[in-house]
């Protein structure tokens, strides 16, 4: 894997055009952005840590979810660093920015359909441009339509105004992501959205990845950062990209006897 963390992906008009679309609404859709064995690998993966890690794995009802698959399978440092991600999150943060969270989901089928869960899962950060404080980029590892569970999201204008949820819904209304495996989207973690459960016999599996600024918060205190990317990365880059330790990570790491920044 190259440790090249910004390589140039697309021509810049692209990149225009890509960012005027995330300006007017708050999120871009990444159509193919995994290959076909890149998705495989990936849900072999899931496959392979569900089996020999199930205590890894949560279940709060539903569905299945493993915040730390970093630490067993390196493979999902691949959807942390996607090229095109990071040259749109360059253009869209304004300043450095670092990897926050990583989040595997596994949705398994349903005897009947579910309301969409609205939430937001940060407030928007109103001092930035773009009010967005912390991104993050949904991957689907499975087929998603109509007939599956979906992530469904609400619009807003990036640089508008800011409208309680019910208000949001009435004037903005909703839409909903499907896609082919490998199928992404990007958003704003403050934007109003939700997964839709339908009654079905196909599950879901979707990775969330979440980015932050260098100099804010950490997000959660959820994912451990792995020594080998934050401390023992040849790229001093790298290093920096990872090093944003979340209190959890800081903890964890400090009783294993490992120092810490």
Avoid at 48 to 64: G, I, S, Y
Avoid at 104 to 113: E, L, T
Avoid at 156 to 172: C, K, N, S, T, V
């Amino acid at each position: 894997m190259s440790s090249t963390l910004l390589p140039v992906v697309a021509p810049s008009s692209e990149l225009d055009t890509q960012i005027a679309f995330y300006r007017a609404n708050s999120y871009l859709v990444l159509p193919g952005l995994l290959s076909p064995q890149e998705v495989a690998a990936l849900n072999a993966a899931i496959d392979r840590d569900q089996a020999q890690n199930p205590f890894m794995w949560h279940n709060e009802d539903e569905p299945d979810y493993n915040c730390n698959l970093l630490l067993t399978e390196p493979i999902f440092e691949t959807v942390i660093r996607q090229p095109l991600v990071l040259a749109l999150l360059r253009r869209l943060m304004g300043g450095p920015f670092c990897f926050e969270e990583l989040l595997v989901r596994h949705s398994g089928p349903r005897d009947r359909a579910l309301p969409t869960d609205w939430h937001r899962s940060q407030e928007h950060w109103r001092e930035h441009p773009l009010h967005l404080d912390y991104p993050q980029v949904l991957y689907y590892l499975t087929d998603v339509d109509e007939t599956t569970h979906c992530l469904t999201l609400s619009p807003e204008p990036a640089e508008g105004e800011i409208l309680e949820p019910a208000e949001q819904l009435e004037r903005r209304g909703s839409v909903h992501f499907y896609g082919r495996a490998g199928s992404a989207i990007l958003f704003n973690s403050a934007l109003l959205h939700g997964t839709t459960y339908r009654r079905t016999r196909r599950p879901r599996r979707a990775v969330q990845v979440f980015y932050g600024h260098a100099d804010r918060p950490p997000l959660s205190q959820v994912t451990l950062m792995p020594p080998r990317l934050w401390r023992d990365h040849p790229d001093p880059e790298i290093r920096r990209f990872y090093g944003k330790l979340n209190r959890y990570s800081q903890v964890m790491l400090q009783v294993l006897g490992i120092s810490t920044p």
